[in-house]
């Protein structure tokens, strides 16, 4: 059965950028807390991204999972389009594609099916949006699996 890999201490994440630096109202750890009222806003410009690198117990050593879907709910207006999921995995050492997405421009959470064995880090690109400026806005990203 599948759970979520973005447990606490167990993940780190990375992004391309935050709407005018402002981490405390649109960083990146607002994708992950849980609250529908938090969220990553990116600032503008095409592409933008985000990864997760995912980490054994002790917080500091990659540990490989097993990713079978990608869970992640936009703001309407600013969703990404022509998206795709890369990772590098384990023996690897750079980021190789997995597959493309491609999200509806609506406020709900969509899953996307993956599957991706052994990965040490997931990134997911947004090429473009649905926003004139490039922007991007998730309240929720969770990526679904096991651990290896």
């Known amino acids: 059965m599948s759970s979520s890999l973005l ?3 167990r993940f780190k994440s990375r992004v391309s950028s935050v709407l005018n630096k402002n981490s405390k109202e649109y960083g990146k750890d607002n994708m992950f807390d849980g609250s529908d009222e938090s969220c ?3 600032h503008q410009g095409s592409p933008q991204s985000c990864s997760v690198q995912f980490l054994a117990e002790d917080g500091q050593t990659e540990q490989p999972v097993n990713v079978s879907s990608l869970q992640i709910c936009f703001q309407g207006g600013f969703v990404g389009k022509d998206c795709e999921i ?3 995995t384990s023996g690897s050492d750079s980021f ?8 509806e421009d609506i406020n ?3 899953a996307f099916p993956v599957d991706i064995k052994n990965a040490l880090q997931v990134k997911v690109l947004f090429k473009s949006s649905t926003d004139f400026f490039g922007r991007i806005t998730i309240y929720k990203l969770d990526l679904l699996g096991d651990r290896s």
């Open 108 to 110: 709900t959470v969509q």
């Open 96 to 103: 190789a594609l997995v597959s493309m997405f491609y999200p």
């Open 7 to 9: 447990v606490k201490g």
């Open 86 to 88: 890369h990772a590098i």
């Open 40 to 42: 990553w806003n990116s």
